[in-house]
Structure formats: structure tokens, C-alpha cells
């Protein structure tokens, strides 16, 4: 693979420009207040001035928040069944690290067993150019749970801030002729010290931490320790946003919509904080808050890593900074009690 | 004993596993005022002859517009003329399903889920334990036992269902009961004008019959609540967690393990299961089912 290349910061725009022939490019855009991927608008790069991360994960540009799976027509025949056209290719600017990170945890129930065509079609369908986390938030804490603010183990292209532009690193031989094709110029190792710098001041910016060490084993002991996971759950309003806003969470409805003879499966979001969720005609095995709470921190502290290796939690901290009553996942995982002797 | 995880073929349509076929229903049975058991057939042609499943095997079946839901396949796969498969009219896609009649189309995704381990069944004394509905993915595997009558021991049957009305699949009962190699105890609930057989719950009828766990498996499918209580009952008669097989129902989505709700501790009833033993779930089932 090349060398790395440096980005001027005024030949961002036109860079942009250049990658949107090719892809349909998604850049951070404010609305509303909320910070979303969205399509670029095509008209600058002043979303770096203000940008620290999205509000919501950028996972919906690869599982949107509702899609059509396929339409159905009621004809004289029977049912057709029609699938969606396929999508241009895209390319997420400004990912950052611990975002990216979770697509690769998501991917591995979408990959595992019978492949999920809709999520990896996206998924290989996409270019992620991050940009290393040089203004972390109180609440992140990527550091304890496998990431940090300029992991390039999950992007194509890690993009770092070194004052009058970017150093720009390939992470895989897609990213390289991403670059290649860019006519950049080699970075000087000026840029390259620069960028050195920048990334150890944001590991240092990473203040949180938590003890993964025997979580696992702390969480599948205290499982039936109903008084634990009500303290635990007490405040909690069960309104989802935690989920809503997970960059690992993935769980889907499935849901059909006709009117007269035209009609279409949808999936959409779903949540393990509503009741519904699991809610069957005659009982509800996580009718009580407690138990999805604790679904919640088991599946991605316990479950996940006994069933794929790792942690479910990328350590972004969105939990923490949205939930309305100030529930902290950090606090939660420090008080599980210490896994009992067996 | 470890259930079988392999991953069977799924008759993916068009490779996306998530299209359904489209089957078409050939005769519907009134099994009690709220059971049906619907008989089907794809209507591709090809498809029909190349489909396959084991016994304990679910699909997806969809009412186009209303959605889609989890049932097993409850005939056979030793008897191939047709598919069937049987539920109670409980909710959205249950109504629409039960206003169908024969001619109408169905959307099927599907087989999914492990099966009933027929290489560790093969040889045991077999004890079927079945609590209403929950005979349905029992049937397939009695039926596909007796259709390979030599190779398994005694097979013991305890049936039971609230009321008389609330016994499904009369026609196997009555030709169970007939086979003289094949013990048949059906029970109701509770005393009732027009029964006149065994009456009381399950799990101690069961106990009653007394089945010896020598060299044995019991089969359990019910609901929950009969399931939870069915367990202690076999463990009293001698039954170890491994000789204990069930096969468990959640609300599920997808079917193929990624939309995230059926989960049991770390397995996905849908992909690791629906059948499991006793062993495998006895840490999360206290609390999650």
C-alpha cells in the first residue's frame, strides 16, 4: 500500500465533489438541532467546524430506520413479488472510529447462518473515510472496550485533523485506491509527526473507564439476582432512546402494509426496552422493566461475547449523553457484583 | 446431549432469504373451536419436489398484507403428498389465517431451526409428553417414528388438553390408541360431563404413568407453564437433564436468528433451537420462559 497522503483543507470541497461521481457521499448535517449522516449537500465542509459526532449512529445509512423489503402485487395469477432496485454505492465522510467499529459487530449476526442480503448488500455497497476523534465527549469510553479515537481497524480511510488539513491513511486496499484516485500529495513527515501528536492527545482525551476484566463471568452469575437488575433498572423509562441511538443495536420488526391489491413488507427498528418486543398472545417472558434491562447489558456484555468473542459496546457514549434520566451504562457494568465461587 | 445445530437448506427464493414462496392451501381442518390445521403445497412445481425438512422444524408463513408468523411444520417428512401445519387463532396473523379457505395463498419462508436429533432417538424408548396445541411439532416426529417403527423401542404418549373440546389432532389420537405398540394416555384438565377417561394436569399423570428413564428420552411440548412443571416431574422418575428434550415457542421475526427477540440467555430459539435439552437452557429457564 501507498504512503499517506495529505488533504489541504481547502481542496476538501473539491475532493468531495470527485468521490460524489462515483458514490452517493454522506457528510454529518445538522437538523433540527440533531446531528445526522445525510446525503452531502454539496456545498462545503463547515460541518468539521462544529462536528464532534452524530446524535444517531450512523448505521442507518446501511440499516435505515424502516425499509422496504419487497413489494407485493395482488394479480390474477396469485401474489407477484417485486424487490427493491438496487443502490448506488456510497461513501460515509466523517465516520468516526468507534461508529465504524460497531458496523463490524453488527455484521456478524447479519453474516452469520443465512446472510442478510439487504444489510450486506449496503454494507459492501459502502466506503467509510473516518475521521479520528481529536474532541471526545465525558462519556465516551471506547478505550475500554476494544476501540479508541483513531482506531483505523474499521474504516477504509482514517482521516486525521493536523491543523491546515488532514493526513489521510488507507486502512484496506479499497481505501488505497480511494486515495489513488484522488491525485494527493504524499504527506511530508511533518504532517506525519503532526498527526502522531493529535492522536495521542485524544487517546488522553478519553477520560472514562470501565473493568471489562470477568465481566462475562460477573454478569451470567448475578443473572437471577432479581434485586440487582431492579436497582439497576429503577429509574429506567423504558422510552428506548438507549437502543434508538446504539450504534451496535440492530434488532428489527418485520411488518406488512396493503391497501387494496398493492402492498409491501417493511422491516423497521425494534427495541428489547418496549414490552411488545417479546410480547406473545398469552404471556410475555420480559413483561417486567427488570428483565429488559437486563436483556439489554446481556446481550451486549455477556451474550455477545460468548457467542462472537466480543463486547456489544463500542463505548460512544450516546446511552449516556441521551437518556433523559441519566441512566449510565459505565455505572451499571462497575456495580455488577463480583461473580460468585464456584 | 447436544441438539442438532447444523444449518439445513432453507429453499431460499431467489437467494434472499427473506422472499417468501408462495404455497397455496389444500384443505383446512377444524381441530378445536380456536385450532385449525391448514394442508399445503408450493405452487411452484419444481420447489415441491425438491423441498425437504426434519421433524421439529419451523417456517415463516405470511398472509400477504396482514404479516408473517412462526408456526412448525406439523406432518411429517415421511409422509410427502402435502405440508401442513397447525395454529390456534390467538392473534393478527392467526385471525387472518384462520378466515382462509382451500385455494388461498400463503407466503412460506422456511424450514428453519434445528430438528429433533433422530440419530440419538434411534433405538431409545421414546416418552411424548404434549399439553394441547403443543402437539403439533410432536406429531411430525410420532409420525415419523412410527413410519420407522423398528428402530425405536416402546414409545409412551401422554396427552393432555384442558377440556375434551381442546384436544387437537383427535384422528392421530384415536389411531395411536389403536396401535398396540404405541401406550396412550390422554388426560383432561379437569372433570368434564362428556369425558370419561384421565383426568388431572400433565406433568402428574405423567408421574402416574411412570415411565422408566432406562435407556429413554422424553419429548416435552406444551405451554410454558406445562413445560415447567413437566421437567421436575421427569427428573422425579429418574430422568437426567440430557434426557430431557423440548421444544420451545417466542415471538419471533426473521426466523434466522438476527432480529434479535427469542433469545433464551445466549441462544436464539430460532437458530439454536426450537429444540433443545433440558440441560442446555436449565440456567436461563427459570427466569426467561
Known sequence: MAGNKKIHSQDLVKLLEKWSQDFTVFAPSRENGEVLMREWDGKDTGFLEWYRNSTQPPKDAILPPLEKMFAFHKEKEGYRIELPPEQRRRLLFGIRPCDARALTIV??????????PYYLARRQGTLLVGLSCTRPYDSCFCTSVGGGPSDASAVDVLLTDIGDGYLAEAAT????????????????PADEAKAVEAKKAALAGIG??????????????????REFWEKTAAKCLSCGVCTFFCPTCYCFDINDEMVREEGARFRSWDSCAFSVYTQMPME????????????KVCHKFEFYPMNFGVIGCVGCGRCIRLCPVNWDITRVLDSVPAAAQS | MATDTAQRPAFPAGGNVYLPHIAVIEKVIDETPAVKTFHFNFKDEKLRQEFTFESGQFAEY???????????????????????????????????????????????????????????LQGKNLVFVGGGIGLAPLRSLIWNVVDNRDSYGKIDIVYGARTPADLCFQYDLDAWAKDGSIGMVTTIDREHPDWSGTVGLVPKVLEEVGPSPDNAVAIVCGPPIMIRFTFPALAKLGFTPEQMITTLEKRMKCGIGKCGRCNIGNLYVCRDGPVFSYAQIKDFISSEH
Open chain 1, 208 to 225: 472514562r473507564k470501565i473493568d471489562t476484566e470477568g465481566l462475562k463471568d460477573r454478569l451470567l452469575s448475578c443473572f437471577e439476582d
Open chain 1, 173 to 188: 486496499s479499497a481505501g488505497g485506491e480511494l486515495l489513488d484516485g484522488a491525485g494527493l500529495a504524499d504527506a511530508s
Open chain 1, 284 to 295: 410475555n417472558p420480559r413483561l417486567e422493566k427488570w428483565r429488559r434491562v437486563r436483556q
Open chain 2, 62 to 120: 405470511s398472509v400477504f398484507g396482514v404479516g408473517e408468523a412462526p408456526f412448525c411444520i406439523s406432518s411429517s417428512p415421511t409422509r410427502k403428498d402435502h405440508l401442513e401445519f397447525a395454529m390456534q387463532r390467538v392473534g393478527k396473523v392467526t385471525t387472518a389465517l384462520h378466515r382462509l379457505g382451500v385455494g388461498a395463498e400463503i407466503g412460506f419462508r422456511g424450514p428453519y431451526g434445528n430438528c429433533f436429533p433422530l440419530d440419538v
Open chain 1, 107 to 116: 455484521d456478524m449476526p447479519f453474516k452469520e447462518g443465512y446472510e442478510d
